[in-house]
């Protein structure tokens, strides 16, 4: 049975105010809309996830609240402090530990863009792959773990809010 794995970027966040750390980032108003976009797109697309990893900054929980409010389905969620900043090998660890279903990631560059790319084996053709922006969303299919590992994995989608959003007002 094909399975899964969704990489998003958290979305635009906010660095007006230098007081707040970078964990404590807020997303800016074009950041919210970017997040419903994707779920939006995730639900009309029927890429059903069960599992959501998200990382544990405030700007990729943000980001998971808004998108999830727009999904037909309510997926088992879990944050983890592990995926702050994380690089591929330890975003696949935690990938690993779930054992059946789609699963869906929310964390952050340059980790999630080295794991797209990695994943991605060259397949990919889309101008703003590589440098992966906030909320950019990429999906893989694949049967098994073991896919992943052994770079089998196929890219099934690409896509950044930019592209669904009619409305680029300012932040």
Known sequence: MTRHLILIRHAKSDWSDPALGDFDRTLTK???????AIGQWLDAQSFRL??????????TRETWELLSGQLSNTPEAHV?????HAPPGTILQAI??????NVAIIAHNPGLAALATQLSCGQHNHPDFSRYPTCATAVFA??????LSEGRAVLEDFVIPRELLSDQGSD
């Open 50 to 59: 069960d599992t959501v990893l998200i990382s544990a900054a405030r700007r």
């Open 30 to 36: 074009r950041g919210e809309r970017s997040a419903v």
């Open 142 to 147: 694949f049967e098994d773990w073991s896919d």
């Open 96 to 101: 690993a530990k779930v054992e059946t279903g």
């Open 80 to 84: 983890l402090e592990s995926l702050y």
